[in-house]
């Protein structure tokens, strides 16, 4: 079975700042990759997303994660943050071929902006 | 396209009553989901669908139903609402075989049951 963690559940950076959000997975072979956002009363909205080739991906909104098969971990990064980054950030694993298609979600962390 | 559309946005039931959540779709995706979301605790899947007519259950379905009769629609049936039943609801859908993968998600409906 497939699982996903988010190790830290609240991240505060100072706007402008670099962002890391961590996320681990366990699955048996390559699964595909995500991350959401989530804004205050919103839905999920995908940022960007790994299936397979360049381990570093580029989302939207300036994102990036890089996938890490040693480490198991898709992590997500930001180079300078915006007060608007503030919102909440899901990782999430999904197995595919041979079987229906059920993303795995993280616990989400919340992402915090000082001024 | 207008995506993935829910109704309604808030409700507030009491013990025991029972309602529809709608949810629908117009970008022809074949899987949709059901979810519910809890403060700290991430997604939880409720039931799924693969296709019109073809349901199966998540990790948390008791107290809840589902059908599938369109490609378009997937309400979600709570019968007996309890107060566990409190959360925000997300429906979603994929287009599975067609390359995409990721999941396009409806704005949420916030139940509140007292």
């Known amino acids: 079975a497939q699982s996903v963690t988010q190790p830290d559940i609240h991240i505060t950076v100072s706007e402008g700042a670099s962002l890391e959000l961590r996320c681990n997975y366990s699955?048996?072979?390559?699964?595909?990759l995500f991350w959401y956002v989530q804004s205050p009363g919103q839905g999920l909205q995908l940022l960007l997303k790994?299936?397979?080739?360049?381990?570093l991906v580029q989302g939207i909104k300036g994102f990036e994660a890089e996938f890490k098969r040693s480490q198991s971990s898709f992590n997500l990064r930001k180079p300078s943050v915006h007060w608007s980054d503030a919102a909440e950030y899901f990782c999430?694993?999904?197995?595919?071929?041979?079987?229906?298609?059920?993303?795995?979600f993280g616990r989400g962390t919340s992402l915090i902006v000082h001024p | 396209n207008a995506g993935v559309t829910q109704t309604p946005k808030f409700r507030i039931l009491k013990i025991g009553q029972s309602m529809t959540l709608q949810c629908a779709q117009d970008m022809n995706h074949n899987y949709m989901y059901w979810y519910r979301q809890d403060p700290g605790m991430g997604l939880k899947l409720i039931y799924y669908?693969?296709?019109?007519?073809?349901?199966d259950k998540g990790e948390v379905p008791n107290g809840y139903n589902v059908s599938r009769s369109t490609t378009e629609d997937f309400p979600l049936r709570l019968e007996l609402a309890a107060p566990s039943q409190t959360s925000v609801y997300f429906c979603a859908s994929t287009p599975v075989g067609q390359g995409s993968y990721e999941q396009y998600f409806g704005p949420g409906t916030r139940l509140t049951v007292t």
């Open positions: 669908s693969v296709g019109a007519g073809i349901t």
């Open positions: 790994y299936f397979s080739g360049d381990t």
């Open positions: 999430a694993v999904c197995a595919h071929g041979g079987g229906s298609y059920i993303p795995t």
């Open positions: 699955y048996g072979a390559t699964p595909y």
